[in-house]
């Protein structure tokens, strides 16, 4: 259905579920996989979280396209040791070999208090905050990190190393959703600036260089130049963090391997990804209710002020489209149409 309203297509929820299922095993992915991955999608759409929403139905249709994506790969789960857990993506979107790997790493950090899940060898397209969200939701603080493609430059060079990096945390909070943030450590995603690119529009002066190492507003200069780190050194410092976390630390690729093994098919970032889950009953036991009451009365003091939490306008999102569903821009519905199979 069109809306006078917005030059866009207003779709439910379940319509949009639907139109991905439908691309992506159009694609050729297996039902499995395909519905891990609209899951994605419908949550960044129903969010309003649009780099990371519908649109990425045209990038994950690319690396399936391209042959970046093992369409059929079955997760295997295994336990390195005690309190850690392993899945082998085995090619495969990264969102399966999550859902398979997520019960395990609860169940062990509810044992031993804190334990971690390393995801290999999975192409990554998605937001992280899904993850954080879903394990702050079961009661425990979660920290995701994974690189992606080297497309980011350090603070104080102009040439691509790190990948955009996202760290993303979710804190459980009784009575509501989790306390949650998730953002790349690059000045902003790649997907926002994708989306500058296909509408048209400038891109702040600080958020990349053109393949000369100048400053540029031009969002395609900056594509194939390199992007800027989020704060300057304190950015850098965090994604070189996150490639060694989510990289070496867990036998998988940095972003500069990722962007090699990928050989120039422009399909989505290959390599690892690490979380963490922590069980506040390990430190707190019987006090847990106590010290969780003063994280609250800090996230307090943070709105008393007018200031927001971070996720408040997602939650806010989620609200509305639940009723209202959501509006895709008219362009990008055009290009997604043209991917369902007739
Ligand atoms: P943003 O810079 O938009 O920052 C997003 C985070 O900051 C959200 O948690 C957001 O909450 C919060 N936030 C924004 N504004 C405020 C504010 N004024 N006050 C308080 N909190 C605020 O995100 P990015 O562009 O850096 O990243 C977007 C997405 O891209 C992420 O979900 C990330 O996972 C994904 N990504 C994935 C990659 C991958 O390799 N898989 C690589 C890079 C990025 P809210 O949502 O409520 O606004
Ligand atoms: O937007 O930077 C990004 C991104 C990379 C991989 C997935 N999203």
Redesign the pocket.
């Known amino acids: 259905m069109t809306d006078a309203h917005v030059d866009g297509v207003r779709l439910t929820l379940d319509e949009v579920r639907t139109l991905a299922r439908r691309v992506l095993l159009g694609a050729g992915l297996s039902r499995a996989h395909a519905e891990a991955v609209a899951e994605t999608m419908v949550a960044g759409e129903r969010d309003g979280c649009a ?2 929403g519908i649109y ?1 139905l045209l ?1 994950a249709a690319n690396s399936i396209a391209k042959g970046v994506v093992a369409v059929d790969a079955e997760p295997v789960v295994s336990e390195p040791a005690r309190a850690l857990v392993r899945v082998d993506g085995g090619g495969g979107f990264a969102q399966l070999a999550f859902e398979r790997g997520r019960q395990r790493l609860a169940e062990k950090a509810r044992a031993y208090g804190i334990a971690a899940l390393a995801l290999n060898n999975v192409v ?4 992280l905050w899904p993850e954080v969200e879903a394990l702050a939701e079961e009661g425990l603080v979660a920290l995701v990190v994974t690189p ?2 080297a ?1 980011v430059a350090p603070a104080g060079g102009t040439q691509p190393v790190f ?2 990096n ?1 760290i993303a945390f979710g804190w459980p909070r009784a009575g509501g959703p989790p306390f949650v943030f998730d953002f ?1 450590t ?1 000045a902003v ?4 600036i ?1 989306l500058h690119r296909r509408a048209g529009k400038p891109v702040p002066d600080d958020w990349g260089y053109d393949a000369d190492g100048q400053p540029t507003t031009d969002a395609a200069a900056v594509l194939s130049g390199a992007m800027r780190t989020f704060g300057g050194h304190k950015g850098s410092a965090l994604a070189a963090m996150v490639e060694l976390l989510a990289g070496p630390l867990i036998g998988d690729m940095t972003s500069r391997g990722s962007l090699e093994a990928d050989a120039g098919r422009g399909g ?2 290959i390599g690892g990804e690490l979380i963490i889950a922590i069980d506040p009953v390990g430190f707190l036991g019987d006090a847990v209710a106590e010290h969780l009451a003063r994280a609250e009365a800090m996230f307090g003091a943070i709105e008393a002020q007018g200031a927001r939490l971070p996720s408040q306008r997602r939650y806010a999102a989620r609200a509305r489209s639940v009723t209202e569903g959501v509006v895709i821009p008219a362009a990008l519905y055009r290009d997604i149409m043209a991917l369902v199979p007739g």
């Open positions: 780099s990371h990425r990038v990554h397209f998605a937001a992606s493609h497309w990948g955009t996202p790349a690059s995603a790649r997907g926002e994708e989505s970032p």
